[in-house]
């Protein structure tokens, strides 16, 4: 008589070759709220990041409530490509993504947050697409809308207060980026938007006009569009928390020898030629 041969099902079964993997409950219901624009609780977005960006997440990325009103201001303004310049785990541009259905650009040199933005974004089925350029050669013509929450200010923190050690950091990188920003805003056709959040850190041209400004989140958010062709080179706007202080204003009180600005040679590079 024949041995009866007993084999587990799954051996004589084999699953389909590309059976999709099953849908996450907490991946889908965060993406069906930022597709309908409802509140999302920023712990429950940042558990889709790996520990360590998920513990800096309050100081370096954007909260989902500010990400969602950034993106509703830039829509408004009619921004539909819009870059996030350093964009972090890809959250801005993540949720923008996934509210205005439409594709969003990031711009980041960590390449450790660019896989992770990557992954994020597909987790949520989000349509982001992450640069890897030097600003100085990126093309910007192609965006009509930018994001900046204040990207270079880590050139000037302490080295225990950046995010890592693999971050370039100096006063002239600062000064580097910031120009390369005003280079684009000065270029930039008319209508373009911008939202800047906790400051843009440099010089805005005054061909640049605030058309919305509030505190979310613990720091300013504002919506920036170039409403004049001219460029009045003579001033220019710096963001200082609630206050829009003028490039020559900040001049003159280095030249006065004013307390609060006297000895920083940053704020003097950065107001340099403006009288
Ligand atoms: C404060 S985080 C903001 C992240 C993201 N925009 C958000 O709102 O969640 C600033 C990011 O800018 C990146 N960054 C700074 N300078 C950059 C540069 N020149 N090119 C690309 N990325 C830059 C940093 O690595 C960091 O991830």
Redesign the pocket.
């Known amino acids: 008589m024949e041995p009866k041969l007993h084999t587990h099902p799954a051996m004589v079964l084999p699953s389909p070759p590309h059976a999709p993997p099953e849908p996450d409950p907490l991946e889908q219901e965060l993406r069906a709220s930022l597709v309908a624009h409802r509140p999302v609780p920023d712990a429950d977005f940042d558990s889709l990041l790996p520990a360590r960006p998920r513990i800096r997440s309050a100081?370096?990325?954007?909260a989902v409530e500010?990400?969602q009103t950034a993106s509703r201001w830039l829509t408004t303004a009619g921004a539909t490509r819009v870059l996030?310049?350093?964009?972090?785990?890809?959250?801005?541009?993540t949720i923008a993504a996934l509210s205005t259905a439409r594709l969003v650009w990031?711009?980041?040199?960590?390449a450790e947050?660019v896989a992770v933005s990557r992954q994020l974004a597909h987790r949520l089925r989000a349509q982001v697409e992450i640069l890897e350029e030097?600003?100085e050669s990126l093309d910007v013509s192609r965006f009509d809308g930018f994001?900046?929450?204040?990207?270079?200010?880590?050139?000037l923190m302490e080295p225990v207060e950046r995010?890592d050690d693999?971050?370039p950091a100096s006063p002239d990188?600062f000064l580097r980026?910031v120009s390369?920003v005003e280079r684009w805003l000065r270029a930039a056709p008319l209508g373009t938007a911008m939202v800047t959040?906790?400051g843009l850190g440099g010089r805005i041209p005054l061909s640049w006009k605030v058309e919305k400004s509030r505190l979310v989140g613990g720091d300013y958010l504002r919506l920036w569009v170039k409403r004049t062709a001219s460029e009045d080179l003579s001033d220019a706007l710096i963001e200082l928390n609630e206050h829009l202080v003028s490039a020559r204003q900040l001049a003159g009180l280095i030249r006065g020898k004013d307390p609060r600005v006297r000895g920083n040679p940053l704020v003097a590079r950065l107001v340099a030629g403006f009288s």
């Open positions: 100081s370096f990325w954007s500010v990400a996030d310049v350093g964009s972090g785990v890809g959250k801005f541009c990031g711009l980041e040199l960590r947050l030097p600003m994001y900046f929450f204040n990207p270079f200010a880590e050139h995010y693999q971050f990188g980026d390369t959040y906790n």
